[in-house]
Nanobody
Framework: QVQVTESGGGLVQAGDSLRLSCAAS????????MGWFRQAPEKAREFVAF??????GPRYADSVKGRFTISREKTTVYLQMNSLKLEDTAVYSC??????????????WGQGTRVTVSS
C-alpha cells in the first residue's frame, strides 16, 4: 500500500504563487504516477496535472498549462502554482496510482488542501 500526505495551500491574492506538496510513503516502488485533482465549490472534480515515475513528461489540464508546474523529488511531488486566478480557488487533492498515465484505480488520496485566491 501507498499513502500520500499533502501540505501547502492557503489564501493568496490573484497573481500570487503557491506551492503544494504531496509526499508518498509505503510501497513507493509500486507507484506509476502521482498528480492532482481539484474541486471548486459546486463544481465537479477536475484533473489538474500528473507526473509519471518513468521520466516521461508531465501532463497538464489546459486551464493551468503555462502557469502550473508539477515536479518530483524522490517520493514527493510538488505543484508550483504561479499567476493564480480567482478560478483556481478549489480544494486540491493529491492521488497516487500504479498507472503510468494517472488512471484509476488510485491507491490513495490526500486529505485535500484548500486554495483560495482573492481579488
Amino acid at each position: 500500500q501507498v499513502q500520500v500526505t499533502e501540505s501547502g495551500g492557503g489564501l493568496v491574492q490573484a497573481g500570487d504563487s503557491l506551492r503544494l506538496s504531496c509526499a508518498a510513503s509505503g510501497r513507493t516502488e509500486s507507484i506509476g504516477s502521482m498528480g492532482w485533482f481539484r474541486q471548486a465549490p459546486e463544481k465537479a472534480r477536475e484533473f489538474v496535472a500528473f507526473i509519471p515515475w518513468n521520466n516521461n513528461g508531465p501532463r497538464y489540464a489546459d486551464s493551468v498549462k503555462g502557469r502550473f508546474t508539477i515536479s518530483r523529488e524522490k517520493t514527493t511531488v510538488y505543484l508550483q502554482m504561479n499567476s493564480l486566478k480567482l478560478e483556481d480557488t478549489a480544494v486540491y487533492s493529491c492521488a497516487v496510482t500504479q498507472s503510468d498515465w494517472f488512471e484509476e484505480p488510485y491507491m490513495d488520496w490526500g486529505q485535500g488542501t484548500r486554495v483560495t485566491v482573492s481579488s
